[in-house]
């Protein structure tokens, strides 16, 4: 059975221990940041950076709140990544069976820039990144090698808040709609963020755009991937 997580921004303080957790487990290259009026850093995802925490800050009502969203792949079940990858380059991109984890190979340094470029645009959430030395296009891998071990993704491991769950896609489905109940009263505006659609399924704490402009969806057909899989096949395909 296919797994997932669920992440609950309303639980979640934006202590970074997945974003470090990520890092660390993954080997990738400590970057130098700067401050720019934000606790966030770095800026955003980046090769070296397969999972972010945003922040952002609203008055609300003469309030003003934070709210915090640990930004990574989404796990698509119907990855358009893939789609426009593959298309270009066969095996760029692959779909463990397992654990339904969409993974780059190293494929994906053949791409040229504007192949990529067009990749990147058929993300609804804009994950993809490219290594400007290596040409590899990375991104989180749900821990899959982890997984193979019958452990927790790491960022799961490491949060201390439960914010983070993972699991079998039916459990945290029935999590997810659970927890969004006994959230409504205190936050009446939170949701599930395409949950039909992602391996990565997050509550909301308040309206999408308030949490990030990518927390759900972008794109002509946001909610239908098969629509929005169309789009790009068509002239995929007209020239092979």
Request: with cysteine; glycine share 6%; proline share 8%.
């Amino acid at each position: 059975m296919p797994k997932a997580f669920l992440i609950d921004t309303t639980r979640c303080t934006a202590c970074r221990g997945c974003q470090i957790a990520c890092k660390e487990w993954n080997a990738l290259t400590p970057l130098e940041t700067k401050q720019t009026g934000t606790h966030q850093n770095p800026p955003d995802l980046n090769p070296e950076s397969y999972k972010v925490v945003r922040f952002s800050e609203h008055r609300i009502g003469g309030v003003v709140q934070w709210y915090f969203f640990p930004d990574q792949c989404r796990h698509c079940l119907i990855p358009p990544c893939q789609e426009v990858a593959n298309g270009y380059v066969d095996g760029a991109v692959v779909q463990d069976g397992k654990t339904g984890a969409v993974l780059y190979t190293d494929l994906t340094a053949r791409l040229s820039t504007d192949q990529f470029q067009e990749m990147r645009e058929a993300c609804p959430y804009d994950i993809p990144r490219r290594d400007s030395g290596t040409g590899l296009v990375s991104k989180c891998t749900m821990c899959i090698d982890r997984l193979q071990k019958n452990l927790l993704p790491m960022c799961v491991k490491t949060c201390a808040m439960g914010a983070m769950n993972f699991g079998d896609r039916d459990d945290m489905l029935a999590l997810a709609r659970t927890r969004l109940e006994q959230v409504r009263p205190k936050f009446p505006r939170a949701s599930l963020a395409d949950p039909d659609d992602v391996n990565v399924i997050y509550l909301l704490a308040d309206e999408p755009k308030r949490l990030h402009e990518h927390a759900v969806a972008q794109g002509p057909s946001p909610l239908n991937r098969k629509e929005f899989l169309a789009l790009f096949t068509r002239p995929l395909r007209s020239r092979a």
